[in-house]
């Protein structure tokens, strides 16, 4: 499967082909370096983004300097809407490594939103899920282990936004151990632990500057026992 194939069919849970056509037709695909800043926190994004191959990486920092990784999105996600929506972004977006994606002003997003409505409709749907899965991962983590804490951040670094059974579930977690302990509110020493201890199970590899799932149904049965 080419990153094309898989983005577009990542997005056909949310977007109907005539309608990913019609974006791409006004958007610009466009190459991005690693570590390219699609904006900053607090700053309005003047382009929504629809990744097509590589990886974005969504993340704040805090006053004392400490970046916290909040999500990664994978092909076939889109990025900015809340910016073109409210034009506000509380986090900053960079890529991880070199990734392609389509480009689109808002003004033109906007327009196409109230072309279709049917779209509209389904965006918002999307978006109240996002908001209903990150507020039961953050209630599900307050009651977790250490290790199930971990497991459970890696399952949802790892996981797509707009998920279909038809496309392979995403494996790869792009994040330092640093970031997964403040995720999972630990010091970084039990995180690297708990991540010794999922590798050693076999549910799980660390590499450089990433981390494989190769067991994601025991890790998720890991998380399922608390």
């Not at 409709?121 to 507020?135: G, M, N, P, T």
Request: net charge positive; hydrophobic share 40%; glycine share 4%.
């Amino acid at each position: 499967m080419t990153p094309s194939e898989g983005a577009d069919k990542t997005c056909r849970s949310l977007w109907s082909p005539e309608q990913l056509e019609t974006f791409k037709s006004l958007a610009q695909l466009v190459s991005l370096k690693a570590n390219t800043q699609l904006w900053e926190e607090k700053n309005s994004s003047s382009f929504i983004f629809l990744i097509e191959s590589g990886y974005v990486r969504l993340y704040d920092t805090a006053l004392s300097g400490k970046i916290t990784t909040v999500a990664i999105r994978v092909p076939g996600n889109f990025i900015g809407i809340s910016s073109a929506l409210i034009h506000y972004n509380w986090l900053f977006a960079e890529t991880i490594g070199a990734c392609k994606a389509w480009k689109l002003d808002n003004s033109s997003f906007v327009n196409l939103l109230y072309a279709d409505s049917a779209l509209a409709v389904q965006i918002s749907r999307d978006l109240c899920q996002r908001l209903h899965d990150s507020q039961m991962t953050i209630l599900s983590l307050s009651s977790l282990e250490i290790n199930s804490r971990v497991a459970k951040i890696l399952l949802y670094l790892a996981e797509s936004t707009t998920p279909d059974p038809s496309v392979p579930q995403v494996n790869t977690v792009y994040a330092t151990h640093q970031e997964i302990a403040q995720m999972a509110g630990a010091c970084r020493q039990s995180t690297t632990t708990a991540l010794g201890q999922l590798k050693r199970l076999g549910l799980i590899r660390l590499m450089r500057k990433r981390i494989e799932i190769t067991n994601r149904r025991k890790l998720e049965e890991l998380v399922a026992n608390g």
